[in-house]
């Protein structure tokens, strides 16, 4: 008689498939932001009046930035969750200082 074999991988697979969720909907995402960024830009170049492109390429690329922080950040913990206390503080602080940057506070040194 075989012994059957049972695999324990289903928390880390399920794990591994939020993180790529998260980075293939990242980089759809900020893809599709530089598109339509790109296509307004040339637009502007072109000639075509339009006041609202500034504003529109601004809120597009803090959406794009939103998108990639969010798939760097979750494998980012997970990488940082089993480190020092260093590790960790050094994550919190560089994710607090991503996201005042996304608000648009400048942080002048």
Known sequence: MSNKKKTTT?????????IKFCAFWGLVIAAVVALVSFVISLLAKCGVPMDWAGRVVGV???????ALLIAVIIPAYKYVRGKKTVYKAFFWVAVILLVLGLVGINLAF
Do not use: G, M, V
């Open 10 to 18: 289903t928390t880390t697979t399920s794990n591994n498939d939020i």
């Open 60 to 66: 597009l690329s803090t959406i794009s930035q939103i």
